[in-house]
């Protein structure tokens, strides 16, 4: 039991220590943005919930669904996680929303191959990356801010309600905030497309994420895509779940949270 309970303190020290400022400081950035950018009440009242939502994850079975999503996209209200926004773009799918809750710089390249993003409403949660927000803005897509339980976020929605919407993010993964997103326009028909919460077949995403262009673009002989992926893989222990899938403690938590979601 003790041993359990260092886990858990330990993995929530460690989130933040790594991203405490730098929540802190796109909270209040995104702040400033929100006094301008009031919640988009026509976006919402349009969203057509009798359609199945499609929330879709960036996991590596989400390349054998690609031709599903084409095939039944008149059906689906597309809700994409941030990583899974490039995959679908680059397959021919503009989603319908997406939802962002990382706080790192890199989430702006999450949307910079993209030249006009006004067909899709952006959900940002308020310790998003502030730049990914300012970047979206410029190309006219259509923001709603959300918070969770950070406690800065929490107060500062106490005071400015109509501004913010809640997203439950559980331990803090975006796949969950977007199945609330669908909760809580409507929807009564969910699918989960890619929230594999593993590494399968020696792959940790699908294809046409921002690492493949990142790590592409700085391969060379000594340092090859391959062991680049590998090193983001190998960087905590695995654990074997069979011949081709393998996890981390902290994929574990996700799926575990996701699952209590659910239930």
């Known amino acids: 039991i003790i041993q359990d ?75 994409s996680t941030d990583t899974a926004y490039s995959i679908l773009y680059k397959n021919g799918v503009i989603p319908d929303a997406v939802i962002s809750i990382d706080g790192q710089a890199v989430s ?9 993003l006004s067909s899709t409403l952006f959900i940002f949660d308020l310790t998003s990356n502030n730049s990914a927000v300012n970047y979206v803005k410029e190309k006219n897509g259509s923001i709603i801010f959300s918070y969770n339980n950070h406690p800065f976020s929490n107060y500062a929605a106490q005071y400015f ?14 796949t969950i905030a977007a199945l609330d997103f669908a909760r809580i326009t409507g929807f009564n028909k969910i699918k989960i497309y890619g929230a594999d919460f593993s590494y399968l077949e020696g792959k940790p ?39 081709s899938r393998f996890t ?4 574990v938590s996700y799926k575990n949270s996701l699952e209590d979601y659910l239930k």
């Open 108 to 116: 702006r390249s999450h949307f910079m191959a993209h030249k006009d």
């Open 5 to 79: 309970s260092l886990k858990i303190i330990f993995q929530d020290y460690s989130v933040q220590s790594h991203f405490g400022k730098i929540w802190q400081d796109n909270i209040i950035k995104n702040l400033i943005q929100s006094r301008e950018l009031k919640i988009p009440e026509d976006k919402i009242k349009k969203i057509d919930n009798s359609k199945t939502a499609l929330v879709v994850a960036a996991g590596p079975s989400l390349d054998k669904k690609i031709k599903d999503i084409q095939n039944e996209r008149s059906s689906l209200y597309i809700i």
């Open 248 to 251: 981390t403690d902290v994929l």
């Open 205 to 243: 995403y699908a294809k046409s994420t921002y690492l493949d262009s990142i790590y592409s673009g700085n391969a060379s002989r000594l340092l090859s895509t391959e062991k680049q992926f590998s090193h983001l893989m190998f960087r905590t222990p695995l654990i074997k779940i069979n011949d």
């Open 161 to 174: 309600k109509d501004n913010f919407i809640y997203l439950y993010t559980g331990s803090g993964t975006v």
